[in-house]
């Protein structure tokens, strides 16, 4: 079985299969997506999995927490020795830097943990054995992933570092801040860890800088953003929380996100006000286009069917709109439910 595999929120398996099929058919691949509704993860079949992989990149796919190529699929496994068959599976592929076992993070795939973790210390000394894996975790060669289905059926594939999530499942491990005004104060934590390295980070989020948080209300977004140094004026008829407020550095306007424009241009914007998804990408490319901004950082509420074609046509507008050369990362975050983020900056 040839092709890709990605992971991703569970009940979102038909939106990131849309995204994989017209990914790949605007990269001329011939196949077709495989996934089951709340299971967590989209295969997409196709021939030349390596060539598709190539083309279709893990920063592009905005459903996709992980992807990874596909090589085989075990049915039938005896409980009792799960590493023969898999073993000859894997020889003839050439040496791995590291291996990660893991499930859906999905109602059925969760209980699988256990197995996954239990299956590594299994599986590791055989490959090393074997000389199929390095005897240190050597980032320069492929990643070897096992992926448990049911105890008895698993895939395989591998992933390039340089292509795809450094974290176990796609999954960034992120403490909730104990005194955090909101929950949503780890989506823009979340945000400014994935879509920026250490270097981009300290060289566009300094202290002393000034930011719009838009629809700011309790807090969450605007307090992240003090952590970091910077100046908020925070956009909500909403009250804030006081421990927000107690930082001294977020002036909290009552006002209307989609009216409200700042008094001086600013390096930050951010947005998670609850609206269409039309309407807020049109309104952010306004600022981009006025200068407002030079990085912004929003989220986009899909609670529509079609969330790839909704993504796609926001996207694609608030581009256009904006007028301006731009560098765009999007993607359904860990801790985003029903929605994505977006990370815009000016080249
Ligand atoms: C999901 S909450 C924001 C949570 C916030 N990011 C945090 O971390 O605490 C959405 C907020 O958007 C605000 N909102 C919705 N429409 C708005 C508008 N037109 N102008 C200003 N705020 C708006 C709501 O009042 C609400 O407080």
Redesign the pocket.
């Known amino acids: 079985m040839n092709g890709l595999l990605c992971y991703c929120r569970q009940g979102f398996e038909p939106d990131l299969a849309a995204e994989l099929s017209e990914r790949a058919a605007n990269a001329g691949f011939h196949g077709y997506a495989k996934t089951e509704r709340n299971s967590g993860y989209v295969t997409y079949v196709c021939e030349d999995a390596a060539a598709l992989s190539r083309s279709v990149r893990y920063h592009d796919i905005v459903f996709a927490r992980q992807k990874l190529e596909l090589f085989a699929e075990l049915k039938d496994l005896n409980p009792t020795d799960r590493v023969t068959p898999m073993l000859e599976l894997i020889a003839g592929r050439g040496r791995f830097g590291d291996i990660l076992v893991e499930h859906p993070d999905s109602d059925e795939g969760k209980p699988l943990s256990g197995l996954a973790r239990a299956f590594t210390n299994a599986l590791r000394p055989a490959l090393r054995k074997r000389g199929l894996l390095s005897d240190k975790e050597d980032a320069r060669l492929p990643r070897l992933h096992v992926f448990f289905l049911a105890g008895t059926h698993a895939l395989l594939a591998s992933s390039d570092p340089k292509d795809s999530s450094p974290f176990p499942l796609g999954v960034p491990r992120l403490r909730a801040q104990a005194n955090a005004?909101?929950r949503?104060?780890l989506k823009l934590d979340e945000a400014l860890m994935i879509f920026m390295s250490d270097e981009e980070r300290a060289k566009i989020l300094k202290p002393g800088m000034h930011a719009a948080d838009?629809?700011?209300?309790?807090?969450?977004?605007s307090w992240i953003l003090t952590k970091h140094g910077l100046h908020v004026s925070s956009?909500?008829?909403?009250p804030m929380s006081e421990t927000a407020m107690a930082t001294g550095l977020i002036n909290h306007i009552r006002a209307?996100?989609?009216q409200w424009q700042p008094p001086r241009k600013l390096e930050w914007m951010v947005c998670?006000?609850?609206?269409s998804p039309r309407k807020v990408a049109h309104r952010m490319a306004e600022w981009f286009a006025n200068g407002w901004c030079k990085h912004a950082i929003f989220n986009l509420k899909l609670p529509m069917k079609k969330r790839w074609e909704e993504t796609r046509l926001c996207l694609d507008e608030f581009e256009q709109q904006s007028g301006k050369a731009l560098h765009m990362h999007a993607k359904q975050l860990y801790h985003d439910r029903e929605e994505i983020t977006v990370f815009a900056t000016v080249i």
């Open positions: 005004p909101s949503s104060a838009l629809g700011a209300a309790p807090g969450g977004w956009i909500d008829n909403g209307d996100g989609f998670d006000m609850v609206e």
